[in-house]
């Protein structure tokens, strides 16, 4: 009888025994994440941290302990209060606007019309063009000689040539219009963002509302917003963060003008900590949106738990 002999086994990997291991595996695949925060989140934040409590200037880099002493100065600075409000305005102003367009743009994107396709793909354009190739466009359309908007208004006869506002030189249009720029950029996100909660509603549900007498206005502000609040307060976090942090509109447009009128905390930390040398001053300006925007992240996800879908 002849017997058939069992392949012997051999022996495993030591190192692929370790890879098996989930944990391990799992440890290994996320280091890479971990050592990005750690290394361009964290040791900057940290390398901030030292700078704000300290006298450091690139004209005398002594890194001497001062405490908080950066953070009572700038507090009882009245351009650092005006830079303040500024920066509220501009985030909440142009969040605002472009939630309002968002969904009125995502209501009309929702109707069947010819070019519907077109129309999506070119919605995404605002995100598409460089900042600072839009920002440019926009200037000239809010030039005080060339404006484009002007002439419209002045073609209509709404306004007289003599009556043609000068958009960034007038401290109150210079706010508009950044906050007008700011929202076009937003926008995008907040048509994406309205679109998903709403296709995402049950179809019976907006059925059975119209069923039961529910106009237009009575199923979008009773119905579909609550259901979709959620979702769009999670792209609000992200809107509010980028925007309350972002100077790039500021800067190319109207350069903190006129007279630190449209000037933001980003801007402003940018001006004095890099461009003035006054580091310790501008890592305390930069330092001061964290609080501000935990105190709001925290509350807003502490409206998304408490509602209900």
Known sequence: ????????????????????????????????????????????????VYYSVSAYTIYDPSWRFVGLSNFRQIVNNPVFQETLANTFLFT???????LVLGKFGALLLMRPFPGRKIVRALIILPWA??????????????????????????SLGIITRSEAPNWLGN????????????????????????????????QDVIDAATVDGAGFWRRNYQIILPMIMPIVAVGLIFGIV?????????????????????????????QVGIVSGDVSHGAAISLFMLPVLFFVVIGMLRFIRRREI
């Open 129 to 154: 063009v460089p900042i600072a190739l839009a920002t440019v466009a926009w200037e000239w359309m809010f030039d005080s000689l060339y404006s484009v908007i002007n002439w419209t208004l002045i």
């Open 242 to 270: 980028f925007t309350f942090t972002d100077l790039s509109v500021v800067f190319l447009l109207t350069n903190g003008g006129p007279v630190g009128a449209t000037s933001v905390l980003g801007f402003e930390g940018f």
């Open 171 to 202: 401290p109150h249009l210079a706010m508009l219009c950044v906050i007008v720029v700011n929202a076009w950029r937003f926008f995008p996100f907040a048509v994406v963002i309205f679109l998903a909660g709403i296709t995402s509603i049950p």
């Open 1 to 48: 009888m002849v017997s058939i002999a069992e392949p012997i086994a051999k022996p495993a990997s030591r190192y692929r025994f370790i890879l098996d291991r989930r944990d391990v595996l799992g440890s290994i695949m996320v280091a890479p994440a971990i050592l990005y925060v750690l290394l361009l989140v964290g040791l900057p934040f940290l390398l901030a």
């Open 92 to 98: 909440f102003g142009s969040q605002l606007l472009g």
